[in-house]
């Protein structure tokens, strides 16, 4: 069946660094959406991508649909405590238009000042 | 406007206890979702309702029933508590109409069953 793999599954970095992180699928994908889970909360969508090779920013965050259909990077920069989170990528679940999403594993960030 | 909201945010039962996870939302959404998420397991869809009066499986539905009472409100009911429910509950919501497939989703709900 559909599956997510996102890499890394955790990154502890210094304020200030970038950072990339990346998802994968076998199958092709028409939308791919970034979300940031914070402590104790629920998942917040961050970015919104629904055409090949498009590449979109919302503030620090640059999220970029992969050419092949496959797969999604995004990337922060100059990192803050705030980052602080798991980021998910997630995308249609099925060939119908039911609105369910299959979502990969998680990147745990964590962000030392 | 509080988007979507979720009643109790924590919760401790007993194994074979039942109980009803509440979920409210107030965009005037046509679909509706739950989910539990469990460590390094991402979020896993249970059931879902794509409108009013309609309600499906999704990957994980087993142990679980729910109820869409109307257009705010999708309910999840577990009818005997098992250990291997012990998880976090999120519930969302998306508009059919609109940007495809953006969900958005409550606070949670932490349960325990032990």
């Known amino acids: 069946g559909q599956q997510l793999n996102q890499s890394p599954q955790s990154m502890f970095i210094q304020e200030g660094e970038d950072v990339s992180m990346n998802c994968t699928s076998s199958s092709i994908f028409n939308t791919w959406l970034w979300y940031k889970q914070e402590p104790g909360e629920g998942p917040v969508l961050l970015i919104a991508?629904?055409?090949?090779?498009e590449l979109t920013s919302n503030g620090r965050l640059t999220a970029q649909f992969g050419i092949t259909r496959k797969d999604s990077f995004l990337n922060i920069s100059a990192s803050i405590p705030s980052d602080v989170g798991i980021y998910f990528c997630a995308g249609p679940q099925g060939s119908s238009n039911t609105g369910k999403l299959i979502f990969g594993q998680g990147t745990t960030l964590q962000v030392k000042p | 406007n509080a988007g979507v909201t979720q009643t109790p945010k924590f919760q401790v039962l007993k194994t074979g206890q039942s109980m009803t996870l509440q979920c409210a939302q107030d965009?005037?959404?046509?679909?509706m979702y739950w989910y539990r998420q469990d460590p390094g397991m991402g979020l896993r869809l249970i059931y879902y309702?794509?409108?009013?009066?309609?309600?499906d499986k999704g990957e994980v539905p087993n142990g679980y029933n729910v109820s869409r009472l109307n257009k705010r409100e999708f309910s999840l009911r577990l009818e005997s508590a098992a250990p291997s429910q012990t998880s976090v509950y999120f519930c969302?919501?998306?508009?059919?109409?609109?940007?495809?497939?953006?969900?958005?989703f409550g606070p949670g709900t932490r349960l325990t069953v032990t």
């Open positions: 309702s794509a409108s009013e009066g309609t309600t």
């Open positions: 969302a919501s998306s508009e059919a109409g609109g940007p495809p497939n953006e969900q958005y």
């Open positions: 991508l629904y055409k090949a090779g």
């Open positions: 965009m005037n959404h046509n679909s």
